[in-house]
């Protein structure tokens, strides 16, 4: 059975990484793809398992290579989702998760048209600039060039399938794991993993 794909999307310190983090925790078959990024890897960032951190030359070259589903700029870094990779995990028959840009979000359902788009939103504008300099990872300068990308970030939501309002974390973890939850019973998906339960029952056959 082949996986299903979801693009989850918001400004940074939103805190879709703490939702991702969680959900994955509690949901069975799912994955979350680790981009490349050529930015200098934060405290307590692990090399292939936060991101695959690389230096620009290389990244350039798997550019050239064609090696990514999207890739993007951002704050002058470079980002990047290896297409090999994810495919191979789909193909697996596991979720897979992408955590990117709204841009990068629209490169990838363009190939992956089935894919489905969740855009996260914080309660207000205070409680981003709080949650950024809360988690004391960026200059104060950094945090005002997230703030004022922001908005045009977040105006984007209109793109995607589902929006989730982070206010109350648990609240927003309960939204999220429900869109997972309700793709895998889908007509598709059920068609795939009881084949053989739906055929004995339409053929009137007793389960051996």
Request: aromatic letters at 8%; charged letters at 20%.
């Amino acid at each position: 059975m082949t996986g299903s794909l979801f693009i989850i999307t918001a400004a940074s310190g939103t805190g879709k990484t703490s939702l991702v983090k969680q959900l994955l925790a509690t949901t069975n078959d799912l994955t979350v793809s680790v981009s490349h990024t050529t930015r200098a890897p934060r405290p307590g960032e692990i090399d292939g398992q936060h991101y695959h951190f690389t230096d620009v030359d290389n990244f350039v070259s798997a550019i050239g290579d064609n090696q990514f589903l999207e890739h993007a700029e951002v704050f002058g870094n470079y980002y990047g989702t290896s297409e090999q990779s994810v495919r191979a995990q789909l193909e697996a028959g596991v979720d897979v998760i992408l955590e990117i840009d709204w841009q990068g979000a629209l490169q990838v359902k363009k190939i992956f048209t089935e894919a489905t788009m969740i855009f996260i939103l914080p309660p207000s504008i205070a409680t981003l600039r709080q949650r950024l300099s809360a988690r004391a990872q960026d200059t104060l300068e950094v945090i005002e060039q997230r703030l004022a990308g922001a908005v045009t970030e977040m105006a984007q939501y209109v793109h995607f399938d589902y929006v989730i309002i982070n206010d109350n974390f648990e609240v927003a973890l309960t939204e999220l794991k429900a869109i997972i939850v309700a793709d895998r019973q889908t007509l598709t998906r059920q068609q795939q993993r009881y084949h053989r339960t739906i055929t004995n029952l339409l053929s009137n056959k007793a389960e051996e």
